[in-house]
């Protein structure tokens, strides 16, 4: 019996619940108590996971994917540990395994689904050794913390070789991510969809252009969006690898459908990238070698909460919250935001603290121009940094209403709106956005 990591665990517990009655999300701080009091607290509980460990990385869409791949693997029957609150650097780890365990400061888990921070993988992966890694994408993030995107990928690489049999279930639409996929020698799987599926007319900045194997710029044949797409390289021959899973004839609207496998495969979401993070999930209850059977029952009761196309009811006002927190993002975000023709209101909240990054030049490389439709009644602008968003909206003819505090915002829109609101937010607007909406919900029972 190891007291110490007993009383680890035990601490956590208590801080978790303690955060949770007072309306803190408080797992950060359950990790960081129980590495305090017993450092190898990690590497110990991920060893005694029965079966695997997935890694979720990328810049978008690890916590759909990684809540998604778990709960698949919990309609197969499998006990999972999962960091669902998408706390995803080494505290937020230590904190899921943790707050996983018995009371006897051991696991009873067959998998662990992880989503881990691209520049925090260099602590995690040597604690918990994954057995599998899926890569969602990479784009252009936070540049005052990460600095351009090849120090993410140099991070990646060194990390993912150092686990030589850990399998990569990779986006092999985006160039970036095949590519070092590929470059790192380790078995891989790749998904993605063959064909093109909307008109992609957006100026999007492509990190991708250049082939990162002899530095030509790369020929695309069609763009899903960003970098994604068919490409190849006319000097050295890198391509597009053939998809393992691919997706075909996708449908997107107010629900999303395509075929993988010869299998029908339909959600209740919008926004074209949620098929990548559908396709992936699929790709990674797949490759652990499930058939996947339950895969379309799940995707009716799941429901991706913490703030990523997360539904809410206000006084017969519908809102949803999404997270955007970079161009590629909040593009996707505001294509999906259009596919609804209804009239709607749209509140943006702009952060800029630390865990935001506090360089949000990255605002003049979204193309919000596109809500410049007739659907859109009204767009108010909150947060920290609201004024340099409306600046922004400015300079594409679009008026804004300025107000600083979110719920006052929420309320207004509530009161006089169109009963459909659309809240986009970055990080730390996120939580506290969060709250308010539920508490809004919860005043009127």
Not at 214 to 232: A, I, N, P, R, T
Not at 314 to 320: E, F, L
Request: aromatic share 10%; net charge neutral; hydrophobic share 40%.
């Amino acid at each position: 019996m190891n007291i110490r990591r007993i009383a680890a665990v035990w601490a956590a517990k208590a801080a978790g619940f303690i955060c949770k009655k007072m309306g803190r999300q408080g797992v950060t701080w359950a990790g960081k108590i129980a590495l305090k009091i017993y450092p190898p607290v990690l590497r110990e509980l991920a060893s005694e996971v029965q079966r695997d460990i997935f890694v979720v990385c990328g810049t978008n869409g690890k916590t759909t994917t990684n809540n998604m791949l778990c709960a698949a693997l919990e309609a197969e029957g499998q006990k999972v540990i999962c960091n669902h609150t998408g706390s995803n650097m080494l505290n937020g780890v230590v904190a899921a395994f943790v707050l996983g365990a018995k009371l006897n400061g051991h696991m009873d888990a067959d998998y662990a689904c992880i989503e881990a921070d691209e520049a925090s993988t260099k602590y995690i992966f040597p604690e918990i050794r994954p057995d599998y890694m899926v890569m969602t994408n990479l784009f252009r993030d936070q540049l005052d913390r990460y600095g351009e995107i090849d120090i993410t990928m140099n991070i990646l690489e060194t990390m993912i070789k150092t686990v030589p049999d850990m399998k990569v279930i990779v986006n092999g639409d985006d160039a970036l991510s095949a590519y070092l996929a590929m470059d790192s020698g380790n078995p891989c799987v790749f998904y993605g969809i063959s064909q093109p599926v909307m008109k992609n007319d957006t100026n999007e900045i492509r990190e991708g252009r250049f082939c990162k194997k002899c530095g030509e710029k790369l020929q695309y044949s069609f763009y899903h969006y960003s970098q994604l797409g068919d490409y190849v390289c006319p000097k050295c021959g890198f391509k597009r690898p053939e998809p393992d899973f691919d997706a075909e004839d996708v449908q997107v609207g107010d629900r999303l459908s395509f075929r993988v496998e010869n299998r029908l495969i339909s959600a209740n979401y919008k926004g074209f990238y949620n098929v990548y993070n559908i396709l992936a999930a699929y790709a990674g209850v797949r490759t652990a070698g499930f058939s996947a059977e339950h895969f379309t029952d799940m995707l009716k009761k799941f429901n991706p909460e913490n703030g990523r196309m997360e539904q809410f009811r206000i006084q017969g006002t519908g809102v949803t919250l999404n997270l955007a927190k970079n161009p590629a993002g909040f593009n996707q975000n505001i294509s999906a935001v259009m596919q609804d023709t209804a009239p709607k209101d749209v509140i943006i909240a702009i952060n800029d603290n630390a865990q935001d990054g506090i360089d949000i030049s990255w605002l003049w490389d979204v193309d919000f121009d596109l809500f410049g439709g007739e659907s859109i009644r009204s767009i108010t602008v909150s947060g920290i940094r609201c004024q340099d968003m409306r600046l922004r909206l400015k300079y594409v003819d679009i008026p804004s209403v300025l107000e600083p505090d979110v719920e006052k915002a929420i309320r207004d829109r509530v009161k006089d709106g169109t009963g459909n609101l659309y809240v986009l937010v970055n990080y730390t607007a996120l939580f506290a956005t969060r709250n308010i909406l539920k508490k809004l919900e919860g005043e009127q029972k």
